[in-house]
């Protein structure tokens, strides 16, 4: 064996780019498929590491404004009456919000912060552990639990037990004593918090929340939620048995699109899906063009292979050659994979806003499943080859070592279909996103947004306001509740006939409107004090109002005065939606309008005169397009993740091509030394080695083009508004490769033409 160990190395360093090149696209398909085999295992598994996480359920009520879908939030008082009448629910734990919460230390005032109320079962039915302090007594009315990077950037250092810390909401001051240092999750969760609080420490602000009821194994779901549903004293958002319930199994909290609170994190299920696809379509790019490239290698050396059998080496001794040259193609490979690996994992946790630790890829179940994937497929491989020369005469393996290519141009093919769908994929996935960042939303984008802090009396906000518009490239500044990305509110206004509708409802000074550059298509804006109102043109067109100005506001009291152009709310997602916009005289938020100038300049001396009314507070802000974009999260994953593997996956193909070019060109070599010998031009050289090529490429991308399409309808119509799939993204795409596989063949090609015909002669 040591010998054949031996001679396959010696194959190796023979033709050290050839060999570079198998290497280094097995190595790049080893480290991608670890990297999204890892990624989907840890995904699928969230929330496992919970001691109940098989018995556990989160609950789920109707949408009360009328979609067909489901909410997260349940009032208090179901779980309570749930608890005490429904002796199946062995235990229920309720974790709620904490808003605008100021947590006030020696070191400062802090307010962003994700601070969860919860109640006593919390720690036993989650297991998240704390590095200090005991989760049997952590919670009371005068306790709090903070994780230790709000305890280190709260008083410089994690050894915080005991200390005392000061919560601020509202006009309401507390002084807690820090019970518990929260550590690592030892695993993924759904649930993200900065700090833990018992729902006592301000009963006043405990409404409900998410909740999640523990049952006794083997219990029947659906016949208990029946029976919830059927109880009509089970009280509700909309009153007694008014709301319909259902459950679902933890594991699937973290894929549950309803889960929007702002302690939760949500993946989309669709999203792992396609990732262990393309994990599957890396590891047959890459065992494609392993094969590819290992039996153009043994095809090239069958000159070799004639003389051995001449010899009388046995088809056993010819396989033992073959299997030691692909443990050392593997071997290399795998040693290769790790440093990329290790090299690559700060920007794959970047891209997908994990944190896989290297401990992760350590699994050697991980490690060898695309290993011996690739090895079974190149053993297969080799025994074919093998037995394939075999059956040759050793007359002609000597006579004939040309290097056939016809089945390894098929594999090519294939690897191309790959490449070109991802590519068509990345390019229509590139261009919905920057039609989200950039078309018109209706509204001005160049939007800062600022939230004062709570705790000061309502005429402070109104002073930064007329400070801000004294600096320099400022144009506009409004107090408001939000605009029309975040901080907005959906209302729920009944009709007659027991009918409703849930328009959006925004809020704002006077000058809003003109911050916001809202367009006022008639009517005129509400006075100062007024109780009449804007609405967009979708509440005038969803009740067909004819002369809308001056008439009652369906469901309420108040007047419309002025009619705005729609504009978009949330994102491009939805469907703009009706829309009411009310004028109030003080609000605790700023939007500041930097439309011409250049926002980074602006935040300091922003910040400055913040700090001049708000000396103890924390400067915080943010862009409405930075709003905008959070609303396009999981787009923004799917972006990121089919851009990343597109450019791989076309790596890995020009890879296979740059080897099998050589083949060609290596197999064509009398050929070309004959035809320039003829009077044949350096384009017909060119031509004659390219043209293959071109072909295949081009039938792959006949073949991937309408799955392409196929793939990219179904994700464009998750966006209301999205770009169209025209010809002119197929053509440019398909130029895209081809530009970048001339590239690739040029070397070869050009070093091919170029050569003195009697050097290629001789050498035959």
């Known amino acids: 064996m040591l010998y054949h160990m031996r001679l396959a190395l010696r194959h190796l360093l023979k033709r050290k780019l050839y060999s570079v090149v198998i290497i280094a696209s097995l190595a790049l398909g080893f480290a991608c498929t670890n990297f999204l085999i890892t990624f989907v295992i840890s995904e699928t598994q969230t929330d496992n590491f919970h001691p109940y996480s098989n018995n556990t359920y989160q609950l789920f009520s109707n949408d009360p404004f009328g979609d067909n879908g489901q909410i997260a939030y349940i009032p208090a008082s179901t779980r309570d009456y749930i608890g005490q009448n429904f002796a199946e629910a062995k235990t229920i734990c309720q974790v709620g919000i904490l808003n605008n919460a100021e947590f006030v230390t020696a070191n400062g005032s802090f307010r962003d912060v994700t601070a969860i109320n919860v109640d006593d079962p919390f720690f036993s039915v989650f297991n998240f552990p704390l590095r200090a302090g005991s989760s049997a007594h952590a919670l009371g009315s005068d306790k709090i639990v903070i994780s230790k990077a709000k305890a280190q950037a709260w008083f410089s250092t994690e050894d915080v037990l005991d200390k005392l810390i000061t919560l601020e909401v509202g006009d309401t001051s507390r002084v807690l004593k820090i019970a518990g240092i929260l550590d690592d999750a030892p695993g993924n969760s759904h649930l993200h918090f900065d700090v833990v609080m018992h729902h006592s420490v301000l009963s006043n602000l405990w409404g409900g929340g998410a909740s999640y009821i523990v049952m006794p194994a083997g219990s029947h779901t659906d016949s208990f939620v029946a029976k919830i549903n059927k109880d009509s004293n089970c009280p509700g958002l909309l009153g007694p048995g008014s709301m319909r319930y259902s459950m679902a199994p933890l594991q699937d909290s973290y894929f549950n699109a309803t889960n929007k609170m702002p302690f939760m994190r949500t993946r989309s299920q669709s999203f792992v899906t396609i990732t262990a696809l393309v994990c599957g379509l890396i590891m047959i790019m890459s065992s494609f063009n392993f094969i590819n490239l290992l039996l153009l290698s043994i095809q090239a050396r069958a000159k070799e292979a004639g003389v051995k059998k001449t010899l009388g080496i046995s088809v ?78 050793s007359v002609r393996l000597m006579k004939n070592a040309r290097v056939q290519v016809s089945f390894n141009k098929t594999l090519f093919t294939l690897q191309f279909v790959i490449s070109i769908t991802l590519a068509i994929c990345a390019t229509t996935i590139i261009r919905q996103m920057n039609f989200l960042e950039n078309e018109p939303l209706g509204f001005n984008r160049n939007i800062i947004l600022l939230s004062t802090p709570g705790k000061h009396d309502a005429v402070t906000p109104a002073v930064l306001k007329q400070q801000l518009l004294q600096i320099p490239g400022i144009q506009q500044v409004a107090l408001c509740n939000g605009h029309p990305i975040s901080g907005n509110s959906i209302v729920r206004y009944d009709l007659e006939d027991d009918k409703f509708y849930t328009p959006y409802l925004f809020s704002g000074d006077e000058d809003y409107i003109r911050t916001l550059d809202l367009t006022l298509t008639e009517g005129k804006l509400p006075a100062a004090g007024s109780t009449d109102k804007l609405v967009n043109q979708k509440l005038v067109k969803y009740f067909n109002l004819k002369q809308p100005v001056g008439e009652l506001i369906p469901g309420t009291k108040d007047r419309i005065s002025g009619v705005v152009k729609d504009f978009t709310c949330v994102s491009f997602k939805e469907e703009i939606p009706p829309a009411i916009i009310a004028t109030v005289a003080t609000a605790p938020k700023l939007v500041v309008d930097f439309s011409g100038s250049d926002w980074t300049t602006l935040i300091p001396r922003i910040e400055a005169i913040w700090k001049t009314i708000y000396p103890a507070d924390v400067f915080s802000y943010r862009l409405i397009q930075e709003d905008l974009l959070q609303k396009y999260k999981a787009d923004i994953f799917f972006y990121k993740t089919i851009v990343s593997f597109s450019a791989i996956s076309m790596l890995i193909s020009c890879f296979g091509l740059f080897a099998l070019s050589w083949a060609v060109a290596s197999g064509k070599t009398k050929e070309i030394g004959i035809r320039k010998v003829l009077g044949a031009r350096t384009e017909d050289i060119l031509q004659l080695l390219t043209v293959t090529f071109v072909t295949r490429i081009a039938a792959a991308f006949i073949l991937a083009a309408p799955v392409a399409y196929y793939l990219m309808q179904g994700w464009l119509e998750n966006f209301v508004y999205r770009i169209s799939l025209s010809i002119m993204l197929f053509v440019i795409t398909a130029a895209l490769v081809l530009v970048i596989a001339i590239i690739t063949l040029s070397f070869q090609t050009i070093k091919a033409a170029l050569t003195n015909p009697v050097e290629e002669l001789k050498s035959e």
Not at 332 to 342: D, E, I, K, R
């Open 316 to 393: 056993l001794q010819m396989l033992n050659g073959a299997l030691a040259e692909i443990f050392l193609y593997v071997s290399s490979a795998f040693v290769f994979a790790l440093l990329l690996l290790w090299t690559g994992l700060p920007y794959f946790n970047t891209i997908l806003e994990t944190s896989l630790s290297w401990s992760h890829f350590t699994r050697l179940e991980i490690l060898l499943t695309a290993a011996l994937v690739v090895t079974i497929l190149g053993v297969i491989a080799v025994i074919w080859s093998a037995i394939h020369q075999w059956r040759i005469p």
